[in-house]
């Protein structure tokens, strides 16, 4: 939705710099919560680390919703934070947006009511009708994903992710309470829980409870989830992994100003916590900021294909299916959601619809998968030269089955940056 509102704007390239500029709006809502709660150096520090977490570094370059759904989060967070009925507004736009993004975090968006509703500055007939302002305009949110699901779907409770009912169940919950922590341990050390000692050391600060709350609801909002191995799946977390930082700064501004006390040359010795938190994450860092390398090929391949593929084309397809339909235009049909003996039969369909049946893999995440997946196929040993690879970090095939059909000899384009 943002996206197609940049790309109304500004054209195609807009579309590109959303995840990057929500990035830096979560640095800067980071920057101003964590100030109110221990001073600007407090700020400073858990903005840099929530700038420079692998989390937000990959997924600012391989853009999905969840860094715009945390930036709207923390915004509405530290407009929470603030007071008086502009203040409530706005925290409740920020709410209704970063539900349209992920609804599931939808919860998140009690914090926010209960700071409001609980504002201590205000009288309380109008905490409440602050309250009121707050919740009618985070109610547009998922108001507006009812509509479009069903509109797109046939009923308001229906996503358009496929097999979504079987994403959230019980039996992940034991899984995902000791993969979270691991995963976070592992990229961040274990130093970074430290930061949970700021809800005591802040504790007649809301913004230290509130830090908590997003913490705790974050991550029981994912338990349930699937069990995803992988560091860059904390991006589910990013709210909650934004409001540790903030403690964890605290934290240590904390710590070393009860060691200035003693000694001010002592004092920097506080940021060495911090420090090690940042080194930790390097190789993660490194990799982050050469993603887009990876994506380099997938423009290529958008461009190329576009210009040559005819126009009855279908394409099968799994990883690169949305690049390939946003590029091309051409009907998708999508690997994943084939039954393993239907291929060749479908494959015969298309073709007696009219259709000329192609194929785009990603060689490394998705060659070896499609031959087993389909070893019965007469294609599924993937035993004839494709059309043109487009190689930066890895290499993604396009294939016309016709040439298998008709062990055509053909060239191969290498489509390289």
């Given at each position: 939705?943002?996206?197609?509102?940049?790309?109304?704007?500004?054209?195609?390239?807009?579309?590109?710099?959303?995840?990057?500029?929500?990035?830096?709006?979560?640095?800067?809502?980071?920057?101003?919560?964590?100030?109110?709660?221990?001073?600007?150096?407090?700020?400073?520090?858990?903005?840099?680390?929530?700038?420079?977490?692998?989390?937000?570094?990959?997924?600012?370059?391989?853009?999905?919703?969840?860094?715009?759904?945390?930036?709207?989060?923390?915004?509405?967070?530290?407009?929470?934070?603030?007071?008086?009925?502009?203040?409530?507004?706005?925290?409740?736009?920020?709410?209704?947006?970063?539900?349209?993004?992920?609804?599931?975090?939808?919860?998140?968006?009690?914090?926010?009511?209960?700071?409001?509703?609980?504002?201590?500055?205000?009288?309380?007939?109008?905490r409440w009708k602050n309250a009121a302002l707050f919740l009618a305009l985070a109610a547009v949110g998922p108001v507006i994903v009812g509509w479009s699901q069903y509109v797109l779907y046939g009923s308001p409770l229906t996503p358009g992710y496929v097999e979504w009912r079987g994403f959230f169940r019980i039996a992940h919950i034991a899984?995902?309470?000791?993969?979270?922590?691991?995963?976070?341990?592992?990229?961040?050390?274990?130093?970074?829980?430290?930061?949970?000692?700021?809800?005591?050391?802040?504790?007649?600060?809301?913004?230290?409870?509130?830090?908590?709350?997003?913490?705790?609801?974050?991550?029981?909002?994912?338990?349930?989830?699937?069990?995803?191995?992988?560091?860059?799946?904390?991006?589910?977390?990013?709210?909650?992994?934004?409001?540790?930082?903030?403690?964890?700064?605290?934290?240590?501004?904390?710590?070393?100003?009860?060691?200035?006390?003693?000694?001010?040359?002592?004092?920097?010795?506080?940021?060495?916590?911090?420090?090690?938190?940042?080194?930790?994450?390097?190789?993660?860092?490194?990799?982050?900021?050469?993603?887009?390398?990876?994506?380099?090929?997938?423009?290529?391949?958008?461009?190329?294909?576009?210009?040559?593929?005819?126009?009855?084309?279908?394409?099968?397809?799994?990883?690169?299916?949305?690049?390939?339909?946003?590029?091309?235009?051409?009907?998708?049909?999508?690997?994943?959601?084939?039954?393993?003996?239907?291929?060749?039969?479908?494959?015969?369909?298309?073709?007696?619809?009219?259709?000329?049946?192609?194929?785009?893999?990603?060689?490394?995440?998705?060659?070896?998968?499609?031959?087993?997946?389909?070893?019965?196929?007469?294609?599924?040993?993937?035993?004839?030269?494709?059309?043109?690879?487009?190689?930066?970090?890895?290499?993604?095939?396009?294939?016309?089955?016709?040439?298998?059909?008709?062990?055509?000899?053909?060239?191969?384009?290498?489509?390289?940056?």
């Open positions: 939705m943002v996206a197609a509102a940049f790309l109304a704007i500004a054209g195609p390239l807009a579309v590109f710099v959303v995840a990057p500029l929500a990035a830096g709006l979560l640095a800067w809502c980071t920057f101003v919560v964590a100030r109110q709660l221990a001073g600007p150096i407090a700020g400073l520090l858990a903005a840099l680390l929530i700038a420079t977490t692998p989390v937000t570094l990959l997924h600012a370059v391989d853009a999905m919703g969840d860094v715009p759904a945390a930036a709207c989060w923390l915004l509405a967070w530290l407009m929470a934070l603030g007071h008086g009925r502009g203040a409530a507004a706005a925290a409740g736009a920020a709410t209704a947006v970063a539900v349209m993004i992920r609804p599931n975090l939808a919860p998140l968006g009690a914090i926010a009511g209960l700071l409001i509703l609980f504002d201590g500055s205000a009288p309380s007939r109008w899984p995902n309470l000791e993969l979270y922590p691991r995963l976070l341990w592992r990229l961040h050390t274990p130093l970074l829980f430290a930061g949970f000692a700021g809800v005591w050391l802040f504790r007649q600060s809301r913004v230290a409870w509130s830090a908590c709350a997003m913490i705790a609801l974050n991550f029981a909002i994912y338990l349930p989830y699937l069990s995803l191995d992988d560091w860059p799946f904390l991006r589910f977390l990013l709210p909650g992994l934004a409001a540790l930082f903030v403690l964890f700064a605290a934290t240590l501004v904390h710590i070393g100003m009860s060691v200035g006390r003693w000694s001010r040359w002592l004092t920097p010795l506080a940021l060495i916590p911090a420090v090690l938190v940042l080194m930790q994450a390097m190789p993660q860092v490194r990799y982050s900021l050469n993603e887009w390398r990876a994506h380099t090929r997938v423009r290529l391949m958008g461009h190329y294909l576009h210009e040559v593929l005819p126009a009855n084309a279908a394409v099968l397809s799994f990883m690169h299916s949305g690049a390939v339909a946003h590029y091309t235009a051409r009907q998708i049909v999508r690997l994943d959601l084939l039954e393993p003996a239907t291929l060749d039969q479908v494959i015969d369909q298309l073709r007696g619809h009219g259709y000329h049946p192609v194929l785009v893999l990603d060689e490394a995440l998705e060659g070896e998968a499609f031959r087993a997946r389909f070893p019965q196929s007469r294609y599924g040993r993937l035993d004839w030269r494709p059309r043109a690879t487009f190689t930066t970090i890895g290499r993604i095939w396009y294939l016309d089955l016709a040439d298998r059909d008709h062990a055509a000899r053909v060239g191969t384009d290498a489509v390289t940056d």
